[in-house]
Nanobody, 124 residues
Framework: QVQLVESGGDLVQPGGSLRLSCAPS????????IGWFRQAPGKEREGVSC????????TYSDSVKGRFSIFRDNIKNTVYLQMNNLEPEDTGVYYC?????????????????WGQGTQVTVSS
């Protein structure tokens, strides 16, 4: 059974930083495209970033480009989302997800397996 576990969500002030982690249960992450998504109250789930399975190429939404960074640690079998200069608009539940589509980008419908989410709140 495919399971993904996110961690690292917290309450942080505007301008602060957080690092989210996505760890699998029972399989190796580097064989798959891994994406990060978020959902704010009353809004649709939106793609934030993803990392490819072979060359490690990355994709970011326009709203986080230049502030967020996605990367893998293959030794720890974990994908991270480093979030800097956080804004109140970044508040939401953040999910990591796994895609079986080799060319997947940050479109939620391309992802088959999802974690339970971790809450990020940016507020003063």
């Amino acid at each position: 059974q495919v399971q993904l576990v996110e961690s690292g969500g917290d309450l942080v002030q505007p301008g602060g930083s957080l690092r989210l982690s996505c760890a699998p249960s029972g399989f190796t992450l580097d064989y798959y495209v891994i994406g990060w998504f978020r959902q704010a109250p009353g809004k649709e789930r939106e793609g934030v970033s993803c990392i490819s399975r072979f060359d490690g190429s990355t994709t970011y939404s326009d709203s986080v480009k230049g502030r967020f960074s996605i990367f893998r640690d293959n030794i720890k079998n974990t994908v991270y989302l480093q979030m800097n200069n956080l804004e109140p608009e970044d508040t939401g539940v953040y999910y990591c997800a796994l895609s079986l589509v080799a060319s997947a980008s940050i479109r939620p419908y391309e992802y088959s397996y999802w974690g339970q989410g971790t809450q990020v709140t940016v507020s003063s």
